[in-house]
């Protein structure tokens, strides 16, 4: 018989990459989903559609970078990125309702080049924001910036997962533990997992040359999600609030961490 060991289950190996040659498609990967982002800054307005923000990045990435929008027919998505509105967590599909004054919307941008994909999000607002608004998608970017500081050799994804969550809860916010960070490299979603929540001192020990997202959901109220829309693709707040996430596809290094997503604006 088989001796009762915990986890005995065999893991698919978690992404690693150790020729050049692949990280340096994952840097042209990262760096092209990060450019789809930024270029789409000027057109999220009150009025514009999410399917045209959608329409915009697909023909971007398709026409000017020669890339693919890797959401598109993934089991089953209708389009070319996920477009979530005010209270939907993640996995909005883009559509024909326009955009009102103060809305926040999730763009979640993935793309494949050359076999490698690299996959960003971040919260654009139609018009100005209510402070409320932008406090909770500050702590959200936030909580992402202290997780990636923390990836290193040696750390472990509990140790990481437990920060954001401490890091949410001491604003007040709820953090979403249906949807995880993944590993990313020539698949979309692959080995480990990364909960945005955890018990420090466990979980998976981060070595070189790991590709992976971490890419935190924090609620306003609570964290409790429900599912609705074509194949229950798209995650709401149960409670009806808002949510907020933001998302890099990083490599950890010899001593630390490269944001492959990196956008220029953004410092860490
Ligand atoms: N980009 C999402 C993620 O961060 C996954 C979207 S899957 C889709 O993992 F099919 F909805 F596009
Ligand atoms: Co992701
Ligand atoms: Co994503």
Redesign the pocket.
Known sequence: GRVDVPNWTPRPAATRFTDISDIEGMRTAGKLAGEVLTMLEEYVVPGVTTDQLDIIAHNYIVSVQGAIP???N????P?S??TSVNDVI??G?PNEKPLKKGDAVNI???IIKDGYYG???KMFFAGPAAPHVERLCKVTQESLYLAIKMVKPGARLGDIGAAISDYAHKHHYSVVEE?C??G?GTT??GEPQVAHYGKPGTGVILEEGMTL?I?PMINAGKKQVKHTGPDN?IAKTKDGRLSAQY?HTLLVTADGVEVLTLRPEETI
Request: glycine residues 6%; aromatic residues 18%.
């Open positions: 890797a959401p598109l993934y089991h089953g998505f389009k990125c996920c993640c996995h599909i979640d941008i993935t996959d960003t999000s949807y960070g993944h990313v979309f979603h997202t890419e693709w998302e």
